[in-house]
């Protein structure tokens, strides 16, 4: 299996391409790996990745001034990983994304991803409709946050991604449902998967 592999079966799936673009698209990627807790992206810096994982966990996080960590979302194999709203618009970054585990991804920049979208039409309808996908996640994760009890909340977080549980500290897990460590374990025990 070739290196970029696992993300031309990832694009096909949702649209694909033709064999030029494909293979155009392919071609800017190249591999990257990075040992646990590394800090891809840093809040007031500009994203100028565009990961696609391979393997590992990542989670992208806010600081507040407080200096409390919020877990904004997870991701890991078969997604794409970065802070997406800083590379798509190529401002500072408000929030930092680090790795969670040793992770094995593609990169790449923002350059070579915008000159392919110019260049081909259908690049840039891909590159839309991936973003609408993760625009339409996005609101889904609002109205968990605004509606769903914490209960709720973690019964679809481990609905979705139930590998989570065991491989990334609980600490993150209970900042991603917006839940004390001491709730989340209470929780834990009490809830069943």
């Not at 293979?23 to 800090?39: C, D, G, M, V």
């Not at 992206?41 to 565009?50: D, I």
């Not at 709720?152 to 004390?180: C, M, Q």
Request: charged letters at 20%.
């Amino acid at each position: 299996m070739g290196e970029t592999d696992q993300l031309k079966n990832f694009i096909t799936a949702i649209y694909p391409l033709p064999v030029l673009e494909m293979e155009a698209f392919l071609s800017i990627w190249k591999p990257y790996q990075a040992k646990r807790k590394t800090l891809l992206t840093r809040a007031g810096e500009k994203e100028r990745h565009l990961y696609f994982v391979m393997e590992g966990i990542q989670r992208v996080f806010y600081t507040g001034d407080d200096g409390r960590d919020a877990t904004i979302v997870f991701t890991y194999p078969q997604s794409f990983s970065g802070v997406a709203d800083s590379f798509l618009t190529q401002t500072n970054s408000r929030f930092f994304c680090e790795t969670l585990t040793p992770s094995v991804f593609l990169k790449t920049d923002f350059n070579q991803l915008d000159s392919l979208m110019m260049r081909y039409h259908e690049i840039e309808r891909m590159i839309r409709i991936l973003t609408n996908h993760a625009f339409s996640g996005v609101l889904h994760r609002i109205v968990e946050t605004q509606c769903f009890t914490a209960e709720e909340k973690f019964k679809s977080l481990f609905a979705r991604s139930p590998h989570l549980l065991n491989l990334v500290p609980h600490k993150y897990i209970a900042s991603y449902l917006g839940v004390d460590a001491t709730n989340f374990s209470k929780m834990l025990a009490k809830i069943r998967i």
